[in-house]
């Protein structure tokens, strides 16, 4: 896929100094405490399910049965949405229950590809072995891979070496595995607000369109999403990915702010600023494939 327009690095801290500069004492293989032996507890009572839980319903299709969730919004028309969760439909108030049948059966073959390719998608990443969280461990980072280097210090620390992709973290005596996994988590969601945001502004420019607000999700299924506010939120997790797709899933974002759907004016709008969309959906899709299990 030929790479977007533009180019840009992963940004670093300017308070994080070089790596080369840190005492480092060398790595060991013990250097993480042990996670606690879990206390039995009394199990909570169930909580009520909340009140604004959507309603989920049940259609025959053929010969299948389909459960999907029904949100009624302001949209002028019927969208669908598959994920982890199942089928999603959004439909316009003054759509009927029978019409949103109707529309369903009409999309069956789609829908049931997608939620067969949505499965097999699911499994394959509960088959792949979860990263083992110690000195020399290989985390996915900008397309490529980074090595994570652990050793003792007297305060936490972290620093990013971009010549040898190397991921320094020193820890206190007696540090965890959480809380490890959670000062890489913290800075690779660091490097992404930064990198997204320039990114969203040279694309925005490029669109001639304006974003209001940029915010990182956490979303486990979606890459990004864009609201009529034209406030744009993008999944952290995309920093795994290289820029090229980073930058096809923020040009498909600010292209909402033209079109809030999926019409051929929508991809045209996505194709005037990242032509190779179709080749970056696609490679978006394998490469989410193939990312090991990091934060379960």
Known sequence: MPSAAGSAHAPAAADWPDAAQAPHAPPSANLLRPPPIPVPV?????AAPPADTLPRRQLLVGQFILEYTLRRSTRRSIGFMIDDEGLRVTAPKR????EIDSAIRAKQHWIISKLDER???RAARLEKPPVVWEDGAVLPYLGGELKLRLYTATRNRTDYNADTRELHMGLVQGATETLLKER???WMQQQAKVLFEQRLDLYAARLGVEYSAFALSSAGT???SCTVQRVIRLNWRLIHFSLPLIDYVVAHELAHIL???HSAQFWAAV????????????LLRKRAQELPVLFS
């Open 259 to 261: 079109e809030m759907n």
């Open 271 to 282: 194709g005037r600023i990242y032509p190779a969309y179709d080749e970056a959906k696609a």
């Open 42 to 46: 009394r199990a909570p009572e169930p």
């Open 95 to 98: 759509v009927s229950v029978a």
């Open 184 to 186: 890489v988590r913290a």
């Open 119 to 121: 499965r097999e998608r």
């Open 222 to 224: 979606r890459w990004g």
